[in-house]
């Protein structure tokens, strides 16, 4: 990060309390997301897409990834493919087992 | 963090805890050696019970028990030690930690690693992890035995598994602490005029394996949390409900699964294989464009080949799978998965021989152990072709043939690779030249004993015996014809052992009593060798470097020499 | 010799190393806290029908949720200890990395009290293969969150942010990093408070 001058901070400040704000809400959003009557599968991919939003929010403001160089990009993009298929191809192994 | 060159070092500063990349890389060489002949002597007690069953073992018999016999429970320990210690004790901090902590930083012309205090820590979490390793065989329980593999249900309720697990965490942590620092080197490092496309090809090799090191250990490292806690907390991550163990339903809440540690353990073990080959595709590459006097054919197929086979390395695991249950389809994309992955290394590989046609090639001892390299890696590759798919492997999954396949890539392959590596750029480390006549009487007793110890293995696990087995499989019909050859194996393992000794003798009398030579003795390009022998403390060059040129510019059209140095304008 | 861009980003690629640094290992933190979670959802899969959902009543929703205001106050409080440097105010970075310790070490103190109340009703890792993964996940992150809690105090007090007096970029900078590895401790949080207490 190249040198800001104060007011340039200050701004960021701003930004920073409004996603502050914002996390506070989905907080409370997710818990009450959670008394909702809905299946299960409905109720993960809930769960997930507020968590996501968060999740987004912190990485990209408070870890300034909005703003980041394309390298740290493509290198946490290559991470989250490898982590998707971590998560996904056992578990698409497991349900495709064969009758024995 | 930088190291002020009037500041005086004590001894412990400069030679024991050094943060100087050389110091580390020399540390974590000596170490792995010593581990590497530690696994292999393990190794040798194994093939004289395969060879002479139920006899007394000579020398160290009295450290078997009371009848010198080896007992089932230890061969079963032996087998994974060995496993254990030459892949993560051995290989990868040699070719990693060792190969890549010293010369990566030269070849690219920096005066260190990005971190060197973390490049220390590193050294030193891989070293309380190998004393942890070694120190299990001196535990009540002793040391692990359910394969370097340690699959449940067995490693949760076989002795020696705690400690084994516990040193992982510590080498995986080590392992990630290296490789992190390695990519950080090579982006950010680099002297002015290197551009990625005139790194030497070792630089791009040590760069994709430490991508894959960085990406595919963590999975390991929290499998063995889970592990850990079902050995000493009685969780059953790993273990299913209505478990029968000894006689006894075993006690544990149940519904986990066997198959997860499977997944999570093989999703870094076969990018782990790929860590064991690629460093030494690297030591090969710079090998054989030095001795052939021209650039290496292909260089940039083989850098996008490289990097193709990183990513393919993270979605073929499940073909060490096989036999597991898995449905067709899931079945049908390892295999395919599998078959691609052959195509990166194969362009590698013919991109070699491509590299000597046409060369004049010099016959010394690094290119000796390099050229080897092409066909026994080339045995070794086309061996694991059976195993990818699915139908053969169903035959030839855990028999001898398995292990004749990777003993070939890792053995006749990587450390054969490593060797070149060692006579190659001894003269850089030491300024002094190993003697090519120690050197040819290590590499041709090494190839042919080499090839007496594994090929029979392919013999032996056609006809169907199965590893990891006491008795090398006296006890089954189908493997009667076969046995004959265990004994033929075994004499090729020791005498392969004492092939080694010219090398000891060499590395001992040329560091003692061997000529000094000047500082490119071998005449090559690569930025390494236009620092000092050994480059200078934390500094390595005299000066600032800067580069102009491709990294085999040799015999260059009207240039006075056969080669022209990437610094030279 | 000095080793370059320490604390000047390098021109072609835009960074210092300490940057790319924090991001190649936050990576492998992703994949490690993946694995974890891969195991839950096989687990979770292989389990029978609500047996997890069963399981998962047990969990303390209010002090968990508590516990996730807790933590992401604490990435305010240090995102702005790291604003307060670059706006040159050494007092009030201190003030804010004081909140974010404290804010930590109440998120300890309440995961510490979660965890003795099951205990004291009983329920032990080795009780289920849910609390097995949950206790394990969040122990997990509960030493992830000690680790940071290390660090920053070394940057808290005299011994560490001395630093700031001799070389005031290079400090903002570690403090930069300290930050970014303190969000991704919260990021993980923020996908296991609703796996495990919710779902």
Same mark, same amino acid.
């Given at each position: ?100 | ?5 009037? =500041? ?12 100087? =990349? ?35 073992? %000579? ?7 009371? &009848? ?10 032996? !087998? ?66 359910? !394969? ?13 598994? &705690? ?14 602490? !290296?490789?992190?620092? *390695?990519?950080? &080197? *090579? ?66 809440? !149940?519904?986990?699964?066997?198959? $997860?540690?499977? =997944? ?79 195509? %990166? ?49 169903? =035959? ?30 001894? %003269? ?18 090494? $190839? ?34 076969? $046995? ?11 005498? $392969? ?11 001992? *009398? ?46 260059? %059209? ?12 | ?25 936050? @990576? ?13 959802? /096989?687990?979770?899969? +292989? ?5 997890? @959902? ?9 002090? +968990? ?17 790291? @604003? ?22 109440? /998120? ?69 990093? @300290? ?21």
């Amino acid at each position: 990060m190249s040198e800001q001058d104060h007011g340039h901070i200050e701004e960021h400040i701003k930004v920073y309390l409004t996603v502050f704000g914002a996390l506070g809400v989905l907080t409370v959003l997710t818990v009450a997301a959670s008394y909702l009557d809905i299946s299960t599968t409905e109720a993960i991919f809930l769960a997930l897409a507020i968590a996501t939003v968060k999740a987004s929010l912190v990485a990209g403001y408070f870890m300034h990834l909005i703003t980041e160089r394309h390298t740290i990009i493509w290198i946490l993009c290559l991470t989250f493919f490898f982590f998707l298929v971590c998560m996904f191809l056992p578990l698409i192994t497991y349900t495709d087992h064969t009758s024995l | 963090m930088s190291q002020d060159s009037h =500041h005086e070092e004590n001894f412990i500063q400069k030679y024991i805890f050094s943060v100087d =990349h050389k110091i580390i890389g020399l540390q974590y060489g000596i170490t792995s050696l010593l581990f590497l002949l530690f696994g292999f002597m393990l190794m040798m007690v194994m093939r004289w019970q395969l060879a002479y069953p139920e006899t007394v073992v %000579p020398i160290v018999g009295s450290l078997l028990g009371e &009848t010198g016999i080896l007992l089932p429970e230890i061969y079963n320990s032996l !087998g994974a030690m060995h496993g254990t210690i030459m892949i993560f004790l051995g290989i990868v901090p040699l070719a990693v930690g060792a190969f890549g902590n010293y010369f990566v930083p030269l070849q690219i012309g920096a005066p260190d690693m990005a971190f060197p205090k973390l490049n220390a820590a590193s050294y030193w979490s891989y070293f309380v992890g190998g004393v942890i390793m070694i120190s299990s065989f001196f535990m009540p329980e002793g040391a692990a035995r359910s !394969g370097w593999t340690s699959y449940p249900p067995l490693s949760i309720f076989e002795s020696g598994q &705690t400690i084994w697990l516990i040193s992982m965490i510590f080498l995986i942590t080590s392992s990630l602490l !290296g490789s992190m620092n *390695i990519i950080v &080197t *090579i982006v950010q490092l680099r002297a002015p005029g290197l551009s990625w496309f005139r790194l030497p090809f070792f630089v791009w090799a040590q760069f994709v394996t430490s991508f894959l090191l960085v990406l595919a250990f963590p999975p390991l490292e929290a499998a063995a949390v889970l592990q850990l806690m079902d050995r000493v907390a009685s969780t059953s991550f790993f273990l299913p409900s209505g478990l029968v163990y000894a006689g006894n339903t075993v006690d544990v809440s !149940g519904g986990g699964s066997p198959l $997860l540690w499977q =997944h999570l353990f093989w999703f870094l073990a076969h990018p782990e294989v790929y860590v064991l080959i690629l460093p030494a595709m690297g030591i090969v590459g710079e090998v054989i464009a030095n001795n052939t006097r021209k650039p290496l054919w292909g260089y940039r197929s083989m850098i996008y080949a490289t990097v193709f086979l990183g990513f393919m390395s993270f979605i073929v695991w499940a073909h060490h799978m096989f036999l597991t249950g898995m449905g067709q389809a899931m079945s049908a994309f390892f295999q395919t998965t599998t078959m691609i992955i052959s195509i %990166p290394s194969v362009v590698i590989l013919t991109s070699f021989f491509l590299s000597l046609w046409g060369g004049s090639i010099r016959f010394n001892t690094p290119m000796l152990f390099a050229l080897a390299f092409l066909p026994m890696f080339g045995i070794g590759g086309l061996t694991g072709l059976p195993l990818g798919i699915g139908a053969a492997d169903i =035959h030839l999954h855990d028999t001898y043939y398995v292990i004749g396949h990777f003993h070939y890539v890792v053995a006749p392959g990587t450390i054969f690779a490593l060797f070149a590596g060692i006579y190659y750029w001894f %003269p850089k480390m030491t300024g002094k030249k190993l003697s090519e006549g120690l050197g040819k009487l290590h590499f041709w007793p090494s $190839l042919i004993f080499m090839n007496g110890i594994f090929m029979p293995m392919f013999i032996q696990g056609l006809a169907g015996v199965s590893r990891r087995m006491y008795d090398g499989g006296q006890l089954y019909a189908h493997a009667q014809d076969v $046995l004959q050859w265990n004994e033929f194996m075994s004499i090729s393992a020791f005498c $392969l052992g004492l092939a080694q000794i010219p090398f000891i003798l060499n590395v001992f *009398i040329t560091i003692f009593s061997g000529d000094k030579v000047d500082r490119n003795p071998w005449g090559s390009t690569t930025i390494e060798w236009s620092a000092p022998s050994p480059p200078l403390p934390h500094a390595n060059f005299e000066g600032p470097v800067k580069v102009y040129r491709d990294p085999y510019e040799y015999s260059v %059209p009207g240039a006075e020499k056969d080669f022209t140095p990437q610094t030279e304008k | 010799m000095q080793i370059p861009y320490t604390t000047e980003e390098r021109p072609d690629t835009g960074l210092t190393n300490s940057k790319l640094g924090i991001w190649v290992f936050l @990576a492998s933190e992703i994949m490690l806290f993946g694995g974890l979670f891969s195991a839950y959802v /096989f687990l979770r899969l +292989a389990a029978p029908e609500g047996d997890f @959902a069963y399981w998962g009543s047990k969990l303390n929703v209010p002090l +968990a949720t508590l516990n996730t205001l807790v933590l992401i106050s604490s990435s305010m409080t240090v995102i702005m200890s790291w @604003a307060s440097l670059k706006m040159k105010d050494f007092k009030k970075y201190k003030l804010y990395m004081g909140l974010t310790l404290l804010f930590s070490l109440i /998120f300890l103190c309440i995961k510490y009290v979660e965890y003795t109340s099951k205990f004291d009703h009983g329920y032990f890792p080795s009780s289920s293969t849910f609390l097995a993964i949950y206790f394990t996940l969040t122990g997990l992150h509960g030493l992830h969150i000690l680790g940071g809690i290390i660090v920053m105090t070394y940057f808290w007090l005299p011994i560490g942010n001395k630093m700031w007096h001799t070389e005031p970029e290079h400090f903002t900078d570690r403090i930069e990093i @300290a930050g970014l590895y303190w969000h991704f401790v919260d990021l993980v949080w923020i996908f296991l408070f609703p796996i495990l207490y919710l779902l």
